[in-house]
């Protein structure tokens, strides 16, 4: 058979040529067709990254620029508009170049400010919010909360108008970045409440609960003590029963505490991360200086506890010893620990009220006062010292200090009455002028520590308060105590001082720590009746050691970093 002369051979090539040009005219029609039809509307997310060159305006605003997040909320890769400069105030979008994320929720290309955790997927941020809400999605199902859609992958879907959001401050600014280039981390959980928006930069909910931490660099302005508890079974700095300088009253564990859950919480600031304590660096710092804590015993709890820490970190134990060879420190006076590798010492210096204890002679005979207007006689321990810790604020509670009557003392004159927060007042004013006159402008660092929260259940310290069987720290804020009193009046008086202090302000985050008590743990029992009977005399203003003084001590490290003076610059 011929073949060539077929009827469907190629034997008419003008035909075919006709029959093929018709056949892309009609196509090109359809698509220009499409396109005008396109953009009129312009409203489907779906065709956004083919016209990213064109605008868009609406009725609201003229000038916003069309947003172009294509999400694919499969298990396959997830497209995500990156390397943006958005203007939120106005609720508008700039999209400049689109990367992908694989299954792990991790950029393909690092090279953005953004780092993304986990499932979590957001934009690298540096915009300003009033009105908006943000939209996320978990598993296909998108939930609401005063304007806010959200789920547990926290994938952001977009931005849109909200009179709900609730707007305590003013900004966040640079949630994701810096324009140094640093790759940061955000965290999106679920909200429950109208959102609001920290100085800082964290984004709270109304419950106070946080809803992003951005990761900053806790060198700048991140205020390390405005955190929260997070378990973390890698603590602690040295093990139960390793350190034998602690106090009995404060070994909970050699004191037979049969659980040890209070030993496994980690402070997490919402807005950085902080150091965890490297004890070699800390010495290494240390070497040839002396640090000083001043104070009563709740200073000795954070003392011990450093020296517990830093002891751990030496090999050879013996070069690591109290310069008097006492054990026990629990009475009045000036100890010291050397640690012989270093040619520096940690001291503890007792003085509860940091002003002088002193007597009256009255026509009735003599009598107890505070002489509220005169240093306490241990000044001439620590005024050589190179870091000098302060505190004091618990033995103004007890029943004298408390009462105020025939008690405080200025010159020659006792007032019959004074109210313990303006006796405070006064106390705090002389410890302030004698620093400035003793280490202004000096290589001394002074350091403030707060107020310790207690938490007695039922009563006072001395009338059956009680934390026994407390195993787990507060986790609503709506349960926590009002900021100390005596703190707002630390807080005027630092003010109006010349000499820099740095300020420790661990009372909120002592506050969650109902759990890091002795309790009836502060000494051990022979019996279970002798047990029951510690019931009714309860320690729940001291902590364990391992524990809550120990993460003092960490932000105690991290806050002489910050500080950048003397030794320690780098």
Request: charged residues 25%; proline residues 4%; contains cysteine.
């Amino acid at each position: 058979m011929d073949l060539k002369k077929l009827p469907f051979s190629d034997s008419s090539p003008r035909r075919k040529v006709v029959v093929s040009g018709f056949g892309l005219g009609v196509a090109a029609s359809f698509i220009f067709v499409c396109i005008l039809l396109l953009n009129y509307s312009f409203k489907s997310p779906f065709v956004t990254p083919v016209f990213t060159g064109f605008s868009y305006s609406d009725n609201n605003n003229s000038n916003s620029t069309l947003i172009s997040w294509p999400f694919s909320f499969s298990n396959a890769s997830v497209s995500l508009s990156s390397k943006a400069s958005h203007n939120v105030e106005n609720g508008n979008f700039s999209v400049q170049e689109t990367k992908k994320i694989d299954e792990s929720g991790i950029f393909s290309n690092l090279e953005e400010k953004g780092e993304i955790l986990g499932n979590t997927h957001v934009l690298n941020f540096s915009e300003k919010v009033k009105n908006r809400s943000f939209l996320v999605q978990e598993s296909g199902i998108v939930k609401k909360t005063h304007g806010s859609e959200i789920d547990g992958n926290g994938t952001v879907l977009g931005i849109q108008d909200s009179t709900k959001y609730n707007v305590t401050s003013t900004y966040i600014e640079d949630v994701v970045g810096s324009s140094g280039g640093d790759r940061k981390k955000v965290a999106v959980g679920e909200g429950k409440g109208g959102l609001s928006v920290e100085k800082n930069g964290v984004l709270f909910q109304s419950d106070g609960e946080s809803l992003i931490r951005r990761d900053k660099d806790f060198y700048g302005d991140c205020d390390v003590y405005d955190g929260e508890w997070v378990r973390d079974d890698t603590k602690p700095y040295y093990p139960p029963g390793s350190c034998p300088i602690i106090d009995r009253d404060f070994d909970c564990h050699l004191n037979k505490r049969p659980d040890d859950e209070y030993i496994k919480w980690r402070w997490q600031p919402y807005a950085c991360d902080i150091p965890s304590l490297n004890a070699t660096d800390f010495l290494e710092r240390l070497r040839g200086q002396k640090l000083v804590f001043v104070g009563d015993s709740l200073n000795r709890n954070m003392w011990e506890s450093l020296v517990c820490i830093l002891r751990h970190s030496i090999r050879d134990k013996k070069r690591v010893y109290e310069i008097s060879g006492r054990h026990e420190f629990k009475k009045k006076g000036f100890y010291a620990f050397r640690f012989e590798d270093y040619n520096c010492s940690v001291d503890f210096v007792s003085s509860p009220f940091l002003v002088r204890q002193s007597t009256f002679k009255g026509k009735n005979g003599s009598f107890e006062t505070l002489r509220l207007d005169l240093m306490d006689k241990t000044t001439s321990m620590y005024s050589d010292a190179d870091i000098v810790i302060f505190n004091t604020g618990h033995w103004w509670t007890h029943e004298k200090t408390s009462r105020g009557e025939d008690y405080y003392q200025e010159g020659n004159h006792v007032h019959g009455r004074l109210k313990v927060l303006e006796a405070y007042k006064r106390a705090i004013s002389t410890w302030a002028r004698w620093v400035d006159q003793n280490f202004g402008g000096s290589r001394t660092q002074v350091i403030f520590r707060g107020y310790s929260v207690t938490h007695f259940r039922g009563g006072p310290w001395n009338s059956g308060g009680q934390c026994h069987k407390e195993t787990e720290p507060i986790f609503k804020k709506a349960y926590l105590a009002k900021y100390p009193s005596k703190m707002k009046v630390l807080h005027h008086v630092l003010h109006n001082m010349t000499t820099p202090v740095i300020y420790m302000n661990i009372s909120r985050l002592t506050d969650y720590r109902k759990d890091g008590h002795p309790s009836i743990y502060r000494k051990e029992y022979k019996t279970v009746e002798k047990q029951m009977a510690g019931v009714h005399s309860q320690d729940c203003s001291h902590w364990c050691l391992p524990g809550v003084p120990d993460t003092w001590n960490e932000l105690l490290y991290a806050s002489l970093l910050k500080s950048r003076k003397g030794s320690w610059k780098n």
